[in-house]
């Protein structure tokens, strides 16, 4: 293999990870960050629950986001709503659902 070829191959490798892998594994810690935050809050059932405020996980406006690197934690929010793991009360406050997680 020659020089060119070679770095053309670690180039196709670094952008695998840049793009596939590495999103990955922080939306994985994001996830166990977002249950770790409704845990410390105690927002575990119905009665308990908290608004995204007040859980810190209000999205960032679009100038906050251009300002600091990507936070995965309001997409790993949606992860977890969709799969139902966080659950939303009629008032649109948000807990845990233990028995999902």
Known sequence: MDTTALFILLLVIL?????????RIRIK?????VV????????LDA???????ELGLRPPTLL?????LRDFK????QILM???????T???????SQDKL
């Open 15 to 23: 952008a695998i990870l840049g793009f596939w892998v590495l999103p």
């Open 29 to 33: 810690r994001a996830v166990n960050q």
């Open 36 to 43: 770790a935050i409704f845990e410390r809050h105690n927002a």
């Open 47 to 53: 009665r308990s629950a908290k608004t995204i405020d």
């Open 64 to 68: 906050q986001g251009m300002m600091r």
């Open 74 to 77: 309001p997409y790993a929010l």
């Open 82 to 88: 969709k799969y139902d793991v966080i659950r939303q």
């Open 90 to 96: 009629d008032g649109g406050r948000l807990y845990l």
